[in-house]
């Protein structure tokens, strides 16, 4: 049977072991935290600038096809 002091070695190395494990699991999480929102704020002002150049479109359109309705 294997004496204390032994057991206690063991005992810390491997709690040791899964404190390192669990770190690098929460810098991986973070990580993938931080690229996903920095992918979504990109996705979302791609979006948003999109959204704006239609609008400026659709309102030039407007105007370009104004007289139309009045010419006829």
């Not at 049977?1 to 005992?11: G, I, Q, R, S, V």
């Not at 407007?62 to 010419?71: F, H, L, Q, V």
Request: charge should be negative.
């Amino acid at each position: 049977m294997a004496d204390k002091d032994t057991l206690m070695k063991e005992f810390v190395e491997t709690e040791a072991a899964k404190t390192e494990d669990a770190v690098a699991d929460l810098e991986r999480i973070e990580e993938e935290v931080a690229a996903e929102a920095t992918s979504s704020v990109e996705f979302e002002d791609a979006l948003g600038n999109e959204q704006a150049e239609t609008a400026f479109e659709f309102d030039q359109a407007k105007i370009g096809t104004a007289g139309i309705g009045e010419a006829l």
